[in-house]
């Protein structure tokens, strides 16, 4: 670190005195040394003009951040030096103080009245305040500056300016001749003499750009304007002409449905403070553009283009809500992998979600929304490396509001996503220690206590919950929900009669839902007990007849029942009332012909046991029919026969034949469809053909240059014909997320 | 570039609010007008983007990760007013200069201090 340079002259001798001190600092310009030494001393008439003059040099230079205090002072001290008055003046003039600022002024004036410096600013004082003002009686008004006046006052009221061919009297003309429409003004402004301050050189540019803009020039106006705002001038004329402008050509361009210029015109100048309609111009070009953007795949342009969007939504009002724009603000960042800013995104869409307790429907999927939108944040922190971030980011906003359930809630959640179940459970448990009956968060712990098969106590909770809060009809489907949950693990776990009395409750909670009414129909029948099974299946229809997968459950609980007549009726009526489709039958064939064959033999000992002949009851002649039907209504979907193939041809490998033929003879060439007939060929112990299907699907896929398949024919070639073709289909229908990889 | 944006609504013409019921009239009703023998890959698209919407859990996943559209308003905000002529603020600024009112330098100003 470089030592820092001491000056032996800066190093205070010790019989100094203050006065001495105070001088010493002044004469090295430490104004602020040379005050404090001096301050104690001011009752001294020669001290208190030095002081004075320590404040004035103060206040003019950058030591303080307030000179117009020390400009005070410096005229407390030295009332009589007109120095301090004037300037005093000048720096209330410059902070917007004009009523003060004319009172200094005129004080000077009054006393000097040679100041052409208080002249000149009073002058300009006045014509701030009102530019119609007379001047003639202002003080100090001598002829001389009457002539230096004369040019501004001839603009501001439209008249003639004095003859000056300077290159300050051509600028003056040039703004007369825009101030009466004249059309020589750009010539007239295009001038490029110096001109006598600095600070008027870009000012003839914005008046040269003004004179291109009413010439019709709108390009040269913008790129004349646009050097100015780049360099800085933030002035309200410059910003409302440049929006005036751009709205224009903005209006043009989405108009002639140039949506990429459009978008890049309003990204370019997103960061100019526009009137409401040039901001929502913007927003529909940038948001258009952006849309574009990503139709196309450019990411990148359409990130762009939405955080342009973004930036002008955050100043401006009245515009609409952001969530539009986040949210695809959020997606797109995703696509970039940029997965921070994505979860930055997605947070700040979380912040705009407004504060109230789900009633209705509607207000439950917005929830489910809310919460997916929760969920998001999690995985991008979790793939930008960051899992914890989410977490930190929720304890944070506790700490400064404690009471806040809500986000005590979003931690709770996002704990438990973040494979914190304990600290979760913890966090419920602090909220209910704050508010016992939160129903968000006893529903939590409910959820909690259901999944360790507590099921008494859960059940026993939302019950109260339901009482405290009788009108809140997501709470009853909550509550719904969770008998539907218990019932089914109740009944997979044989305890049929506790299942019945969950799906009996459930149904009371949510009287909508007609899986309750099918499945007590099911539990009842499981128990063997007296159960009026049509009356269960009507009332199931009566409320989900628009669902398939209702008409399929209700199908097959006839069959559950025994009762293939029945069965038979309401398949008549599903055809009639709903018009299955192709898929509609498959799923139905299936789901009967599943409960109808006998369980499957473990794959090693269905290796080892001699096959016997199959028996067609009449439920598996009934499946059949549907799976025909399929079959009938859309026979060149390869995706129907291959399910149905796939499904029957370890159990079944001669009804399962027929449907592997009608593939091949509808795609002869195709090396999948060969394989299975190829297989299904095998497992009906034809060996041969089987052998032979397959090396001809190997040739045609070698043929393809479908390598993977050429492998997979020669390899189930080598095993037809041997106990290991049955055991590997076996093993593969017990687990079916392996089946594929066999065919 | 990257994989482009596809939304399975646009593909099969319909709004983002279609019942399962206009879903599936409106995949069929695409299947016939462009079947695989066909237009192989127009059925591609639509399959895929059937797909999406056909179960309610996938497609209440595929809305989350569709592009938002933005509402654009029925009537445009009336634009501003072109600005004519000079406005007087314009004109001072250039007679601002021409005063001291922003000088920086007052060096001729100071004053000797001597005690």
């Known amino acids: ?743 | 570039m990257s994989e482009p944006y596809i939304d399975p609504y646009e593909i099969l013409d319909l709004a983002r609010s279609s019942s399962a019921e206009e879903i599936k009239r409106a995949y069929f009703a695409m299947v016939r007008a462009n079947p695989p023998e066909r237009n192989p890959e127009q059925f591609k698209r639509i399959r895929a983007a059937y797909e999406r919407l056909r179960d309610p859990d996938q497609r209440r996943e595929c809305d989350m990760l569709l592009l938002q559209p933005w509402p654009e308003p029925a009537r445009r905000k009336r634009p501003p007013k072109p600005v004519l002529g000079i406005r007087p603020t314009e004109v001072l600024a250039v007679l601002r200069p021409l005063t001291d009112l922003d000088r920086t330098d007052w060096r001729e100003q100071h004053e000797k201090v001597q005690l």
Not at chain 1, 26 to 33: P, V
Not at chain 1, 662 to 672: I, L
């Open chain 1, 1 to 743: 670190m470089p030592q820092p340079k001491h000056s032996k002259r800066q190093i205070p001798p010790a019989n100094l005195s203050p006065r001495e001190l105070g001088l010493r600092a002044f004469q090295l310009g430490q104004f602020n040394a040379a005050i404090l030494a001096w301050q104690p001393l001011a009752a001294d008439p020669a001290v208190s003009r030095a002081l004075a003059e320590a404040h004035f040099r103060r206040a003019l230079s950058t030591l303080t951040t307030d000179p117009i205090a020390d400009m005070r002072r410096a005229a407390e001290l030295a009332p009589a030096d007109l120095r301090f008055s004037l300037h005093l003046g000048r720096l209330l003039h410059r902070a917007g103080d004009r009523a003060a600022a004319a009172d200094h002024y005129s004080t000077v004036l009054s006393r000097d009245p040679g100041n052409t410096i208080a002249a000149k600013l009073l002058v300009l004082l006045t014509l701030e305040q009102r530019s119609d003002d007379d001047l003639s009686d202002l003080p100090g008004m001598s002829p001389l500056l009457r002539t230096w006046a004369a040019p501004a006052l001839a603009v501001l009221h439209c008249q003639p300016t004095p003859a000056d061919e300077s290159a300050l009297g051509t600028l003056w003309r040039g703004m007369g001749q825009l101030a009466v429409g004249t059309p020589d003004a750009y010539t007239t402004l295009s001038d490029e003499r110096t001109l006598p301050a600095p600070a008027l050189e870009p000012l003839r540019r914005y008046f040269r750009a003004i004179a291109a803009a009413l010439g019709g020039d709108a390009s040269t106006a913008i790129r004349l304007w646009q050097r100015l705002y780049t360099a800085g001038d933030r002035s309200p004329d410059l910003e409302d002409r440049l929006v005036a402008l751009l709205t224009e050509r903005l209006t043009a361009l989405v108009d002639s449905g140039d949506v990429a210029t459009a978008g890049d015109l309003a990204r370019h100048w997103a960061d100019l403070s526009g009137a409401p309609a040039f901001d929502e111009l913007r927003l529909l070009a940038l948001n258009r553009a952006a849309h574009a953007a990503a139709a196309a795949g450019a990411w990148p342009r359409a990130a762009a283009l939405w955080e342009a969007a973004r930036q002008i939504l955050a100043r401006a009002q009245g515009l609409g809500s952001p969530r539009p724009i986040l949210h695809n603000l959020a997606l797109t960042y995703e696509r970039l992998e940029r997965w921070e800013d994505a979860a930055e995104a997605w947070r700040a869409l979380l912040r705009t979600r407004p504060r109230k307790r789900a009633s209705d429907a509607s207000d439950v999927q917005e929830e489910q929304r809310w919460a997916w939108v929760r969920a998001r944040i999690l995985v991008c922190y979790r793939n930008a490396g960051r899992p914890d971030e989410a977490v930190a980011i929720y304890r944070q906003a506790i700490k400064l509001d404690p009471n806040d359930l809500d986000l005590r809630i979003q931690l709770a959640d996002a704990l438990l996503a973040n494979d914190q179940e304990r600290a979760s459970q913890n966090e419920i448990n602090r909220i209910l220690e704050i508010e016992p009956y939160h129903p968000e968060a006893l529903l939590r712990r409910i959820e909690g206590l259901s999944e360790f098969w507590q099921f008494d106590e859960a059940e026993q909770l939302i019950r109260e919950l339901i009482e405290r809060h009788p009108d809140r009809a997501d709470l009853r489907r909550s509550a719904a929900r969770l008998f539907m949950h218990h019932g089914r693990e109740l009944s997979q776990n044989r305890h049929v009669r506790a299942a019945y009395n969950a799906f009996v409750e459930g149904e009371r909670y949510d009287p909508t839902e007609p899986l309750f009414a099918l499945n007590q129909a099911r539990m009842l029948l499981a128990l063997r007990q007296p159960v009026d099974t049509g009356a269960l299946i009507e009332r199931a229809l009566t409320m989900g007849g628009e669902r398939i997968d209702i008409w399929v459950l209700a199908i097959e609980t006839w069959m559950l029942a025994d009762k293939i007549d029945d069965t038979r009726a309401l398949i008549a009526r599903f055809d009639q009332e709903r018009t299955p489709s192709a898929d509609d039958y498959v799923n139905l064939g299936l789901q009967l012909m599943m409960s109808a064959l006998p369980p499957p033999t473990p794959a090693f000992f269905a290796s080892l046991t001699p096959i016997t002949k199959p028996v067609d009851t009449p439920w598996i002649r009934l499946a059949l029919e549907l799976l025909d039907k399929a079959v009938a209504l859309d026979p060149e979907n390869p995706h129907t026969l291959r399910s149905i193939t796939s499904f029957l041809m370890v159990p079944r490998p001669d009804l399962a034949l027929r449907f592997a033929e009608h593939a091949v003879q509808h795609a002869p060439n195709d090396p999948e469809a060969l394989i299975l007939l190829g297989v299904v060929l095998g497992l009906s112990n034809k060996a041969t053909e089987a052998k032979t299907t397959l090396q001809h699907a190997a040739k045609i896929a070698q043929r393809m240059g479908r390598h993977d398949l050429h492998s997979r024919a020669q390899e189930l070639r080598r095993v037809v014909g041997t106990p290991m073709l049955r055991m590997m289909f076996g093993h593969a229908m017990q687990d079916l997320d392996g089946f594929g990889d066999y065919l």
